[in-house]
């Protein structure tokens, strides 16, 4: 059985390896395949660890030595490589700033082991550490056992926050195929996070480290594990491949005539009928109103506008904002309040919108309007 079950973690482990390089090569939407990619790859990195651990690095001192030096186990980087890839994938203009790579920096506490393993090192080769390796590998075996825990707490706020992201498109409307699957991808980490919790729990009580590895050693945390690399690895990869083939589709030009007749209704619909007041607003609801077909409306916004339609209706909203927030009788109003009388479903979704298209908060943006 136990051969059974290392040999369906190496499996998983090499898929990973293969649809992390493909993701990373794909030829749309970079950044979002790349995150995706990153995430299988240290997936399947932390695979290959336990596997080799499995075979006793099969048999080489040097690959046992080498293996203290190398972080096999980044959890620390699970999280917000999830809620990042969910972004890039939803907002066409997303991009890793300042504060996005900051939220990386916690994966600090994945390297202890291996800086510990070169402290010890470097001291014994300088003569200013005793040759004794036992306390250093008890610290190491110590540290690895509660570092589980914030590596635990970063996978589960950072699922409860992508959860919470997705939820604010659903109430705004905006559910569509990908936002189908990266619902379905948060919900696979946070039901392996589940997984985790119960091992996790008495794994980290000292008197019971020892009998969870001797009984179960880490097959009921890398079979999941190695589940959601099977699983990410081929969907992922589908609705990559499924992205560009729409995009091909939505690159065939458009009639002249077509586009106009379009366009203006569009226009009909936002400046004189203001269905972007409409906190629900969705394509199929513009289709209607309009008499045009979803797939016409989105082909014309994105050839001739370069927008989609959410960032087509929510210029209009955010627009209405900066005309309500100049106005002398709003001072009492909260840009909560202001928000939702513009269209927009919730606060989060508004900073987040309103930042896209002005590149400033909307307090910032006041402050300058006041200024000029």
């Given at each position: 059985m136990k051969g059974l079950l290392q040999t369906?973690?190496?499996?998983?482990?090499?898929?990973?390896?293969?649809v992390s390089i493909l993701l990373f090569y794909a030829p749309n939407n970079r950044l979002a395949n790349r995150l995706l990619g990153t995430f299988i790859l240290l997936m399947a990195t932390a695979s290959f660890g336990v596997y080799a651990g499995f075979k006793d690095w099969f048999g080489s001192h040097w690959l046992v030595f080498l293996s203290n030096f190398v972080p096999l186990v980044t959890g620390m980087l699970f999280g917000p490589l999830m809620y990042f890839?969910?972004?890039?994938?939803?907002?066409?203009g997303f991009r890793l700033g300042r504060r996005e790579r900051l939220q990386f920096l916690p994966a600090i506490i994945d390297l202890g082991p291996p800086l510990t393993a070169i402290i010890f090192v470097t001291g014994v080769y300088t003569n200013t550490i005793k040759n004794v390796p036992g306390p250093w590998g008890a610290f190491i075996d110590d540290y690895n056992v509660y570092a589980d825990?914030?590596?635990?707490?970063s996978v589960a706020i950072y699922t409860y926050i992508s959860l919470k992201y997705l939820a604010g498109y659903q109430a705004a409307g905006k559910v569509t195929p990908g936002w189908l699957w990266l619902r379905q991808f948060a919900r696979g980490i946070a039901a392996f996070a589940a997984v985790w919790l119960v091992y996790l729990v008495p794994y980290v009580i000292p008197r019971y480290t020892d009998m969870m590895l001797d009984s179960f050693n880490w097959y009921p945390i890398y079979i999941p594990m190695t589940l959601l690399?099977?699983?990410?690895?081929?969907?992922?990869?589908?609705?990559?491949?499924?992205?560009?083939?729409?995009d091909k589709k939505s690159d065939i030009p458009l009639p002249a005539g077509t586009v106009d007749t379009t366009l203006r209704s569009l226009k009909k619909a936002m400046e004189e009928d203001r269905l972007y007041l409409d906190t629900g607003l969705s394509l199929q609801q513009v289709a209607e109103h309009t008499g045009l077909s979803p797939k016409t409306i989105s082909a014309v916004l994105n050839q001739h506008l370069g927008k989609n339609f959410n960032e087509y209706v929510n210029s209009y909203r955010v627009n209405l904002f900066k005309e309500k927030l100049l106005q002398a009788d709003v001072a009492q109003l909260t840009f909560a309040g202001l928000a939702y009388d513009c269209g927009f479903s919730s606060p989060a979704t508004f900073q987040r919108v309103f930042k896209q298209h002005t590149g400033m908060s909307p307090s910032e943006f006041r402050k300058t309007a006041m200024k000029m």
């Amino acid at each position: 059985m136990k051969g059974l079950l290392q040999t369906i973690i190496l499996l998983g482990t090499i898929q990973g390896i293969i649809v992390s390089i493909l993701l990373f090569y794909a030829p749309n939407n970079r950044l979002a395949n790349r995150l995706l990619g990153t995430f299988i790859l240290l997936m399947a990195t932390a695979s290959f660890g336990v596997y080799a651990g499995f075979k006793d690095w099969f048999g080489s001192h040097w690959l046992v030595f080498l293996s203290n030096f190398v972080p096999l186990v980044t959890g620390m980087l699970f999280g917000p490589l999830m809620y990042f890839y969910i972004r890039a994938f939803l907002e066409p203009g997303f991009r890793l700033g300042r504060r996005e790579r900051l939220q990386f920096l916690p994966a600090i506490i994945d390297l202890g082991p291996p800086l510990t393993a070169i402290i010890f090192v470097t001291g014994v080769y300088t003569n200013t550490i005793k040759n004794v390796p036992g306390p250093w590998g008890a610290f190491i075996d110590d540290y690895n056992v509660y570092a589980d825990i914030p590596r635990w707490l970063s996978v589960a706020i950072y699922t409860y926050i992508s959860l919470k992201y997705l939820a604010g498109y659903q109430a705004a409307g905006k559910v569509t195929p990908g936002w189908l699957w990266l619902r379905q991808f948060a919900r696979g980490i946070a039901a392996f996070a589940a997984v985790w919790l119960v091992y996790l729990v008495p794994y980290v009580i000292p008197r019971y480290t020892d009998m969870m590895l001797d009984s179960f050693n880490w097959y009921p945390i890398y079979i999941p594990m190695t589940l959601l690399i099977y699983w990410l690895g081929i969907r992922g990869y589908l609705i990559s491949y499924q992205q560009l083939v729409t995009d091909k589709k939505s690159d065939i030009p458009l009639p002249a005539g077509t586009v106009d007749t379009t366009l203006r209704s569009l226009k009909k619909a936002m400046e004189e009928d203001r269905l972007y007041l409409d906190t629900g607003l969705s394509l199929q609801q513009v289709a209607e109103h309009t008499g045009l077909s979803p797939k016409t409306i989105s082909a014309v916004l994105n050839q001739h506008l370069g927008k989609n339609f959410n960032e087509y209706v929510n210029s209009y909203r955010v627009n209405l904002f900066k005309e309500k927030l100049l106005q002398a009788d709003v001072a009492q109003l909260t840009f909560a309040g202001l928000a939702y009388d513009c269209g927009f479903s919730s606060p989060a979704t508004f900073q987040r919108v309103f930042k896209q298209h002005t590149g400033m908060s909307p307090s910032e943006f006041r402050k300058t309007a006041m200024k000029m």
